[in-house]
Nanobody, 119 residues
Framework: QVQLVESGGGLVQPGGSLRLSCAASGSIVRIHTMGWYRQAPGKERELVAA???????NYADSVKGRFTISRDNAKNTVYLQMNSLKPEDAAVYYCTATIATIFRTYDYWGEGAEVPVSS
């Protein structure tokens, strides 16, 4: 059994900053790519940022230069530092990770962290 648990969401004003965390736990053999998606009301879920086990990153164009993804492999945790937040960044942010257990390799998802951006 593997779980991803997000934390750090909450109301933030435009121009503000917030850091999301996502910790993986369970019968983990190895964690490959970790990432963050978001879904705003009425919109499709979209990739925000991803990071490989080796530390290579990629970002959605809309967040480049403002968001930073990082991971702590010793803690099985991925972070998303969000700066200069805009109203259009408001969404539910979902953590995802490709995780190998002794049984299979599978894409796991967290339950989401809500990030409202409003003054």
């Amino acid at each position: 059994q593997v779980q991803l648990v997000e934390s750090g969401g909450g109301l933030v004003q435009p121009g503000g900053s917030l850091r999301l965390s996502c910790a993986a736990s369970g019968s983990i053999v190895r964690i490959h790519t970790m990432g963050w998606y978001r879904q705003a009301p009425g919109k499709e879920r979209e990739l925000v940022a991803a990071i490989t086990s080796g530390g290579s990153t990629n970002y959605a164009d809309s967040v480049k230069g403002r968001f930073t993804i990082s991971r702590d492999n010793a803690k099985n945790t991925v972070y998303l530092q969000m700066n200069s937040l805009k109203p259009e960044d408001a969404a539910v942010y979902y953590c995802t990770a490709t995780i190998a257990t002794i049984f299979r390799t599978y894409d796991y998802w967290g339950e989401g962290a809500e990030v409202p951006v409003s003054s």
